[in-house]
């Protein structure tokens, strides 16, 4: 097992060649994208996603530009308080509670350790056919080039290029019926930790991601919209956050034309296993994508990254069967985080009380919190 291709530079396919380069394999690492660029402006991430992290390597880093917070503050429409989640106790570790990053800072973390490390990074580029023959993968990117590899990760996100080629009646994505609303925007001082507003017509959230920034989620229950003009969502956010009291008067009313808004639908769906075809090898939301109402899309493919390093060495250099035993580690917990993450989401289109809503997110960040 000495060279390995990876396709998707987002943050599973970092974390497998922070991970494989470790273990001294040769690492190409291919992206679409010929600037490498990354969307979004703020990622949550939970104690166990910092955990996640620590293994990895980079949570010093991450650190010096993120936010550690303590806890999600439940309030009401109103802005009162009426609750809160705690962080899982993580047997003694002294680790950040649930907090935040802005994404740009997390790609030049992960992306600098990356180029450090010395793999071997092509942008502009994916992968159009991939062929097993013996102990080798036969891969053909799409500038026309061909090349061989012992084993081959695919970390191409939801709508995953890899997962057609190697599980062609793979269960495809499929709309959940909320699109969600993202603002970056300064963070008021009195925000020092997650908060969620639910009982109002919407749940909306904000999630500290530095000393002076955060961003605002807000997912809206609608069939699923067409685009909207860049221009013109501010208008449609401002109208969502009506009725909302407390911070969130502050941030509607400094919405304008040029307030860096996102939206998009949320799509996922529960693949069961194999997540394997031979010597290939799904891993993040190429195998289990999710919707982020646990906010752990991100550490999950983090977690990932970290068992297929454990199984591969433990295998030593049975790549299948390593592959294998990293599904058999990562199915029930995959499986839980999308489960759940789906019915929170049907939980708040049904308009269920906030306890039903909060219950079942302190019951998941539980179960992550338990060893890998």
Same mark, same amino acid.
């Given at each position: 097992?000495?060279?390995?291709?990876?396709?998707?530079?987002?943050?599973?396919?970092?974390?497998?060649?922070?991970?494989?380069?470790?273990?001294?394999?040769?690492?190409?690492?291919?992206?679409?994208?010929?600037?490498?660029?990354?969307?979004?402006?703020?990622?949550?991430?939970?104690?166990?996603?910092?955990?996640?992290?620590?293994?990895?390597?980079?949570?010093?880093?991450?650190?010096?530009?993120?936010?550690?917070?303590?806890?999600?503050?439940?309030?009401?429409?109103?802005?009162?308080?009426?609750?809160?989640?705690?962080?899982?106790?993580?047997?003694? #570790?002294?680790? !950040?509670?649930? %907090?935040? =990053?802005?994404?740009? @800072? &997390? /790609?030049?973390? +992960?992306?600098?350790?990356?180029?450090?490390?010395?793999?071997?990074?092509?942008?502009?580029?994916?992968?159009?056919?991939?062929?097993?023959?013996?102990?080798?993968?036969?891969?053909?990117?799409?500038?026309?080039?061909?090349?061989?590899?012992?084993?081959?990760?695919?970390?191409?996100?939801?709508?995953?290029?890899?997962?057609?080629?190697?599980?062609?009646?793979?269960?495809?994505?499929?709309?959940?019926?909320?699109?969600?609303?993202?603002?970056?925007?300064?963070?008021?001082?009195?925000?020092?930790?997650?908060?969620?507003?639910?009982?109002?017509?919407?749940?909306?959230?904000?999630?500290?991601?530095?000393?002076?920034?955060?961003?605002?989620?807000?997912? #809206?229950?609608? !069939?699923?919209? %067409?685009? =909207?003009?860049?221009? @013109? &969502? /501010?208008?449609? +956010?401002?109208?969502?956050?009506?009725?909302?009291?407390?911070?969130?008067?502050?941030?509607?009313?400094?919405?304008?034309?040029?307030?860096?808004?996102?939206?998009?639908?949320?799509?996922?769906?529960?693949?069961?296993?194999?997540?394997?075809?031979?010597?290939?090898?799904?891993?993040?939301?190429?195998?289990?994508?999710?919707?982020?109402?646990?906010?752990?899309?991100?550490?999950?493919?983090?977690?990932?990254?970290?068992?297929?390093?454990?199984?591969?060495?433990?295998?030593?250099?049975?790549?299948?069967?390593?592959?294998?035993?990293?599904?058999?580690?990562?199915?029930?917990?995959?499986?839980?985080?999308?489960?759940?993450?789906?019915?929170?989401?049907?939980?708040?289109?049904?308009?269920?009380?906030?306890?039903?809503?909060? @219950? &079942?997110?302190?019951?998941?960040?539980?179960?992550?919190?338990?060893?890998?």
């Amino acid at each position: 097992m000495t060279r390995a291709l990876i396709v998707g530079g987002g943050i599973g396919g970092m974390s497998c060649a922070i991970t494989l380069r470790g273990l001294g394999v040769e690492v190409d690492l291919i992206d679409l994208d010929p600037q490498w660029r990354v969307y979004g402006a703020g990622i949550t991430i939970t104690r166990p996603s910092w955990r996640a992290f620590r293994r990895l390597g980079v949570l010093d880093e991450l650190m010096e530009v993120g936010f550690g917070g303590d806890g999600i503050q439940i309030c009401n429409a109103q802005g009162e308080h009426i609750g809160r989640v705690d962080d899982p106790d993580m047997q003694g #570790e002294d680790l !950040p509670g649930s %907090g935040g =990053i802005m994404r740009p @800072e &997390l /790609h030049r973390v +992960l992306s600098s350790r990356v180029l450090s490390l010395g793999a071997n990074v092509r942008l502009g580029l994916t992968v159009n056919a991939l062929q097993t023959v013996g102990d080798a993968v036969n891969a053909r990117l799409s500038d026309g080039t061909a090349d061989t590899y012992d084993l081959v990760i695919g970390a191409d996100g939801l709508f995953s290029g890899v997962r057609k080629l190697i599980l062609p009646d793979a269960p495809a994505p499929t709309y959940t019926g909320q699109s969600i609303w993202r603002l970056f925007a300064p963070r008021p001082a009195n925000i020092d930790r997650r908060h969620f507003f639910l009982g109002g017509k919407h749940k909306v959230g904000l999630s500290p991601v530095s000393s002076t920034h955060l961003y605002l989620f807000l997912p #809206e229950t609608t !069939p699923r919209r %067409g685009i =909207i003009p860049d221009r @013109e &969502l /501010h208008l449609h +956010l401002r109208e969502l956050l009506q009725g909302y009291a407390g911070p969130l008067v502050e941030l509607r009313e400094g919405l304008s034309e040029s307030s860096p808004i996102v939206l998009r639908p949320l799509e996922a769906f529960l693949m069961p296993p194999p997540w394997h075809n031979g010597r290939v090898l799904l891993v993040g939301d190429a195998a289990h994508p999710t919707t982020p109402h646990l906010a752990s899309g991100a550490g999950m493919a983090v977690e990932d990254a970290i068992v297929l390093g454990e199984e591969l060495a433990a295998a030593q250099h049975d790549v299948p069967a390593a592959f294998a035993a990293f599904t058999r580690r990562r199915w029930d917990r995959c499986r839980a985080v999308v489960e759940n993450s789906i019915e929170i989401g049907r939980r708040e289109q049904a308009g269920r009380p906030a306890a039903e809503q909060t @219950e &079942l997110i302190a019951k998941t960040l539980a179960l992550m919190a338990k060893p890998l």
